[in-house]
């Protein structure tokens, strides 16, 4: 890219690196995002006592009191790569079935606008999603669902989203600086690139 990154401190390197983004949130909200079961099973590997009845937010409180930070921080980075990774295989089927995501035609590597909309049984699910890419390096996400809102995750209809452009071409899988695991681009170049051939 031509961007030499010698003037900038190390934290900012590391948030400009999409996929160390997740590192910079903070270790609370990492965990406070953990399901109640996940948070009991850590109790239990880790044989801990004491926390069996505890209400989530009081379950978050004692898992930060009681592990250390490294040993958590293992955790959830674990449970965030099966998120990533089981919720973009759900991304793959929404993104190859008609209209479940509409770009809007302007979108480019810049800024990509699109609406996510998927048929519930009671109703449309439906959220807007954009990506702001501006300089290259450092890309904005966001969704209007309460999984990004509330817990700041890359959920699954950015994650759709993030299919959709690389189906349609808006950028190559290697301009996205967005969050991103070994694993998943797997996924990616075995599901998406795969079809796209194929179809032609
Ligand atoms: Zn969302």
Same mark, same amino acid.
């Given at each position: +890219?031509?961007? $030499?990154? =010698?003037?900038?401190?190390?934290? @900012?390197?590391?948030?400009?690196?999409?996929?160390? +983004?997740?590192?910079?949130?903070?270790?609370?909200?990492?965990?406070?995002?953990?399901?109640?079961?996940?948070?009991?099973? @850590?109790?239990?590997?880790?044989?801990?006592?004491?926390?069996?009845?505890?209400?989530?937010?009081?379950?978050?409180?004692?898992?930060?009191?009681?592990?250390?930070?490294?040993?958590?921080?293992?955790?959830?980075?674990? *449970?965030?790569?099966?998120?990533?990774?089981?919720?973009?295989?759900?991304?793959?089927?929404?993104?190859?079935?008609?209209?479940?995501?509409? @770009?809007?035609?302007? $979108?480019?590597?810049?800024?990509?606008?699109?609406? #996510?909309?998927?048929?519930?049984?009671?109703?449309?699910?439906?959220?807007?999603?954009? #990506?702001?890419?501006?300089?290259?390096?450092?890309?904005?996400?966001?969704?209007?669902?309460?999984?990004?809102?509330?817990?700041?995750?890359?959920?699954?209809?950015?994650?759709?989203?993030?299919?959709?452009?690389?189906?349609?071409?808006?950028?190559?899988?290697?301009?996205?600086?967005?969050?991103? =695991?070994?694993?998943?681009?797997?996924?990616? *170049?075995?599901?998406? #690139?795969?079809?796209?051939?194929?179809?032609?």
């Amino acid at each position: +890219m031509g961007v $030499s990154l =010698t003037f900038y401190s190390t934290s @900012l390197i590391q948030s400009v690196k999409g996929w160390e +983004m997740r590192k910079d949130l903070p270790l609370e909200l990492r965990v406070s995002r953990l399901t109640v079961a996940s948070l009991k099973n @850590l109790c239990d590997a880790k044989r801990l006592s004491g926390w069996s009845n505890l209400l989530k937010e009081d379950l978050v409180g004692y898992v930060l009191d009681n592990l250390d930070r490294r040993e958590l921080e293992d955790f959830c980075t674990a *449970q965030e790569d099966i998120y990533f990774a089981e919720n973009m295989a759900k991304a793959i089927k929404w993104a190859s079935g008609r209209k479940v995501v509409e @770009l809007d035609p302007e $979108s480019d590597e810049s800024i990509v606008n699109a609406v #996510f909309s998927l048929r519930k049984s009671d109703g449309y699910e439906v959220y807007n999603i954009r #990506f702001v890419n501006e300089t290259n390096e450092d890309i904005d996400t966001s969704c209007e669902c309460a999984d990004h809102r509330e817990k700041a995750h890359f959920c699954p209809h950015q994650m759709a989203v993030l299919v959709k452009c690389l189906q349609e071409g808006v950028f190559p899988l290697d301009r996205w600086s967005g969050p991103m =695991t070994h694993e998943v681009e797997e996924l990616i *170049q075995a599901n998406v #690139f795969r079809k796209r051939r194929s179809r032609k």
